[in-house]
């Protein structure tokens, strides 16, 4: 585990010092303690989650509930300032309660992919507490011309009549994701679909962690050399190693067990791990019971105090 971690920390060290220029939202920028990201520019009184960059740090995204929908948002980065935060339409006009978040961004910056649910596809006069009950979906939508174009689903090998959650594309183009399709192992599993080109996938194949706990990828880097797991409302941090996974080790974080973790994502310098929360009403379970979404980050520093634990 240490060679694992250590490299690491070199590869995120080599990114801090390359990329000292990058621009958050002229945040100041976290220490070891977790603040919250762009304090009302994207942590507002609504509830916030899941904050990613593209890989070349000129568009932002993040997810917004509004009016019971899950909105994805934007900010790009024009002649060196960041752009008025707008939402990106996905669906058509007559889709009036929908899911689009979780986005990841392909390396070229033209294909997005998320977990989505189309009421269309059901009903529209779906509630909110129904539309939490519709098995999700994995979608894509292109961007031409600099515009983000309407969603369509993934094709049928990734996206079933299962729950599909948590999309995460690599270089390659190859989409990690979660499922609780039948498998021999039962169950929500992680799969990998390897990208075969012309927005075709292999059939998905379950990725093992050497984990009892069962914690499951919610975040893989690029060059797939190190994943961030999520289980007991904790992260974890697994290494790939020649094709087998570690076994998962917990991010040292103060976490406040009154919240749940979510949607972990390592910044495109390396340089910051972001990460989000929600609070539920005790009374009320899943996401027709959250209260309150908040977007976290903190310095990658963090990640050396795993390896002083070794």
């Known amino acids: 585990m240490n060679k694992f971690l250590s490299l690491f920390l070199i590869i995120v060290t080599f990114f801090s010092c390359k990329n000292n220029t990058i621009s958050y939202f002229d945040e100041k920028p976290p220490s070891t303690i977790p603040k ?5 520019i994207v942590n507002t009184d609504s509830i916030e989650l899941n904050v990613v960059f ?9 997810s917004r509930i509004v009016d019971n929908s ?4 934007h900010s790009e980065l024009i002649n060196g300032k960041w752009s008025e935060i707008k939402p990106i339409k996905m669906y058509d006009n007559s889709v009036l309660v929908s899911v689009a978040c979780d986005p990841t ?4 910056g033209k294909t997005m992919y998320f977990l989505g649910v189309d009421t269309k596809l059901y009903k529209n006069n779906v509630t909110r507490e129904e539309l939490y009950t519709i098995p999700p979906d994995i979608y894509k939508s292109k961007k031409v011309n600099g515009k983000w174009e309407l969603a369509s689903k993934v094709d049928f090998l990734v996206s079933t009549e299962y729950f599909e959650t948590y999309p995460v594309v690599t270089d390659d183009g190859s ?4 499922s609780n399709r039948p498998s021999d192992k039962g169950g929500m599993n992680t799969y990998r679909a390897q990208y075969l080109g012309n927005e075709k996938f292999e059939a998905p194949v379950i990725i093992n962690t050497k984990s009892e706990k069962k914690e499951l990828i919610t975040y893989v880097s690029p060059d797939e050399k190190y994943a961030i797991t999520n289980g007991q409302s904790k992260f974890q941090i697994t290494f790939n190693d ?3 996974w570690t076994e998962p080790k917990e991010i040292p974080l103060d976490y406040d067990s009154n919240w749940r973790y979510y949607c972990p994502y390592m910044s495109s310098d390396g340089k910051y791990f ?4 929600k609070y539920n009403n005790p009374e009320i379970k899943g996401w027709a019971g959250v209260e309150k979404g908040e977007v976290y980050w903190v310095d990658s520093k963090i990640f050396e105090q795993l390896r002083t634990k070794q």
């Open 70 to 73: 899950f909105v994805i948002h």
């Open 175 to 178: 989409l990690y994701f979660r």
């Open 274 to 277: 972001i990460f989000s929360r």
């Open 105 to 108: 961004i392909t390396t070229d």
């Open 36 to 40: 919250l990201f762009a304090p009302s």
């Open 242 to 244: 020649n094709g087998e």
């Open 54 to 62: 593209n890989y070349d740090h000129t568009e932002m995204f993040f």
